[in-house]
């Protein structure tokens, strides 16, 4: 009933920028957290950033100050903007996202978009 795809990874230097995409859709009442997961080969997954439907947000130590997690709730979408990339950021990034959404009636689940890869290595 719900999909996310997330979008925007790759391959950057040491240094560089990217900026993940992640769009939620399906019978979508309404999204509470919308979080950003990584994990790197023969690593735990982590949360790397989330943010509330009110806009609060909240940062693992490793990425305060590089990362930036923002949502537009008008597109069911969440964003994170990765400064200053370090090879340790190597990881595929994960969406989730808490979601009221209606069957025959409303409902509320816990869904994960596919993962996208990010890449840093000069």
């Known amino acids: 009933q719900v999909q996310l795809v997330e979008s925007g990874g790759g391959l950057v230097q040491p240094g560089g920028s990217l900026r993940l995409s992640c769009a939620a859709s399906?019978?979508?009442?309404?999204?509470?957290?919308m979080d950003w997961y990584r994990q790197a080969p023969g690593k735990q997954r982590e949360l790397v950033a989330l943010i509330t439907s009110g806009g609060s947000t909240n940062y693992a130590d490793s990425v305060k100050g590089r990362f930036t997690i923002s949502r537009d709730n008008a597109k069911n979408t969440v964003y994170l903007q990765m400064n200053s990339l370090k090879p340790e950021d190597t990881a595929v990034y994960y969406c989730?996202?808490?979601?009221?959404?209606?069957?025959?009636?409303?409902?509320?689940?816990?869904?994960w978009g596919q993962g996208t890869q990010v890449t840093v290595s000069s």
């Open positions: 399906g019978s979508i009442v309404s999204i509470y957290s």
């Open positions: 989730n996202a808490d979601v009221r959404f209606i069957t025959t009636i409303v409902r509320r689940g816990n869904y």
